[in-house]
């Protein structure tokens, strides 16, 4: 059994594919309802409540863990996937630098930090791979994916003059006045 925590925008989509176990706060909404109609399991469970984590991870193998980056939650989970000798965790992060100065990135290196420390085979999902995605479904040869180094979510903020050098070539190549 493959537990996906949250059926947020990214959590119900991973659930409707998988069709395992879904952990929601709330299994009366419309989402919870269109996930157990398309045969997905509704568990229901508070990331901040770990018993009810613990209830949740009963005879779970694999965990996605698709919910928001806050560290105390998810590494509830991890603890939980931990406790119950969960063989796998698949967890969407980002390039996630300890000294980002968005907390959120920083939010992620606590979690994965956590997640190593556990020694549960896990795998991170970065969003590189989401960025290679979508040039893949652009027309051959338009698209071209790349990664600024040490860039967190933002680099057009971060590190403005790297994403100018990238994108100058495409807009001078493709853009018309
Ligand atoms: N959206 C994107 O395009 C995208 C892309 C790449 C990566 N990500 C990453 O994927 C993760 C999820 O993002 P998202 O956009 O799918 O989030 P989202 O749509 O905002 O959904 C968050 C979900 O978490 C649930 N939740 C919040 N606190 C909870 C708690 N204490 N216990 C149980 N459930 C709780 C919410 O449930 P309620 O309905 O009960 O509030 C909601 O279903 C994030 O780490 C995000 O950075 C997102």
Request: charged share 15%.
């Amino acid at each position: 059994m493959i537990l996906v925590t949250t059926a947020g925008k990214v959590g119900s989509e991973t659930a409707r594919l998988l069709r395992e176990r879904v952990l929601v706060r709330d299994p009366a909404t419309a989402t919870a309802r269109a996930l157990a109609e398309a045969g997905a399991e509704i568990a229901t469970g508070d990331l901040g409540v770990p018993a009810s984590i613990d209830e949740a991870m009963s005879g779970v193998t694999g965990v996605v863990l698709v919910s928001p980056a806050v560290p105390a939650q998810e590494l509830n989970v991890v603890a939980s996937a931990a406790r119950a000798g969960a063989g796998h965790v698949v967890k969407a992060t980002s390039k996630a630098p300890t000294g980002s100065p968005i907390a959120r990135r920083r939010w992620q290196a606590e979690i994965e930090a956590g997640l190593t420390a556990s020694a549960i085979p896990h795998t991170l999902l970065r969003s590189h791979a989401e960025g290679e995605a979508i040039a893949g479904a652009m027309p051959a040869g338009l698209g071209t994916a790349a990664t600024v180094g040490g860039a967190g979510h933002y680099p057009h903020a971060q590190c403005p003059d790297q994403v100018a050098a990238l994108v100058t070539p495409f807009l001078a190549k493709y853009a018309h006045a």
